[in-house]
């Protein structure tokens, strides 16, 4: 069950605050962690804790964070062969409420630097892999060229639109599984997506376009999913939010997991918001996953 993943890497700099910070104000937190984070960091050790092969590819700084952050994706068993060294290490400044709600700024280095050159170096570990898992904080182009080669090897490609923008069709089209949630299902489509209607309207637009299914997660909300064929919602479990940090990558990640291992559509989900709702419940987006959820 080999995986391959092209992403980000980053540091977490978390501040508990009792609101997000408003404009020209001054906030004091009351706590402060440094964690492991960035989207394809987080995806890439909840599949691999799940039991997947990760490839990664990206890139850190040449500074002590990258040091850091390639020693714990070795240390959580990703294969960081394909992961170079330039720049700066990307940081995320996040801001987590008492509700475990967040606001994150990005400063994204080393991730900008990620290249189509080098992902068509690595061409041989998309070409081998089973599934190819993207998320959108390195260049588009670079995500562009990761599925344009995973697509003409017919690997299952999951794009995790995450920070959103709008994707060409050209890309579009060659994605097996697109993973928005529902601000970033609006933002892509221009469709408001506040009832069941709109998100299946939303929903329609992208599968037009090529994409093979739509997984909209909508938090407390569960998840919404619909290709040509069957649709349908997946009830999210009661938790207490401590933080939501990395909640939508556990998911992704645990979706790799389910589909690579054969799952269906429906129970790649539920196991992916089982997950995602252990995730929840604990500071940082790369918490130790508990054995008795790794089935
Ligand atoms: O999805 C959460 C992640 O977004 C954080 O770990 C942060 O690094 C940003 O990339």
Redesign the pocket.
């Known amino acids: 069950m080999d995986i391959s993943l092209v992403g ?1 890497i ?1 540091i ?1 700099l978390v501040y508990r605050v009792p609101y997000v910070v408003n404009n020209g104000e001054t906030l004091h937190s009351t706590s402060h962690s440094v ?1 492991f ?3 394809g960091a ?1 995806q890439a050790v909840a599949a691999s804790q799940l039991g997947a092969n990760v490839h990664f590819i990206g890139k850190v700084g040449n500074d002590d964070f990258g040091d850091q952050a390639l020693n714990n994706l070795k240390d959580k068993g990703v294969y960081i062969d394909s992961v170079q060294k330039e720049g700066a290490t ?1 940081q ?1 400044i ?1 801001q987590v409420t008492e509700t475990g709600d967040n606001a ?1 700024v ?1 400063f994204p280095g080393a991730n900008f630097l990620v290249t189509p050159k080098q992902i068509e170096e690595e061409a041989d570990i998309i070409s081998s892999s089973k599934a190819l898992l993207l998320q959108l ?1 390195v260049p588009l182009d670079t995500v562009e060229k990761a599925v344009e080669i995973a697509a003409q090897h017919g690997k299952i490609v999951i794009l995790n639109p ?1 920070p959103s923008q709008k994707l060409p069709d050209s890309l579009l089209k060659n994605v097996t599984f697109l993973t928005p949630n529902e601000t970033e299902l609006a933002q892509m489509t221009g469709i408001e997506t506040t009832t069941e209607e709109d998100i299946r309207a939303a929903c329609s637009l992208l599968l037009d376009k090529g994409v093979g299914t739509v997984v909209v997660t909508l938090g407390s909300k569960g998840s919404f999913y619909m290709n040509h064929e069957e649709s349908g919602w997946v009830q999210a479990s009661k938790v207490d939010a401590v933080d939501t ?2 909640a ?2 556990a998911f992704n990640g645990a979706f790799a997991v389910g589909l690579c291992r054969g799952n269906s559509l429906r129970s790649s989900i539920e196991f992916a918001t089982k997950i995602a709702a252990f995730v929840v419940t604990q500071m940082g ?1 790369q918490p130790l996953i508990p054995h008795s959820l790794l089935e």
Do not use: P, R, V, Y
């Open positions: 980000s980053n977490d964690h984070g960035g989207k987080n990307g995320a996040i994150i990005l904080e995450a940090t990395g939508g990558d987006a």
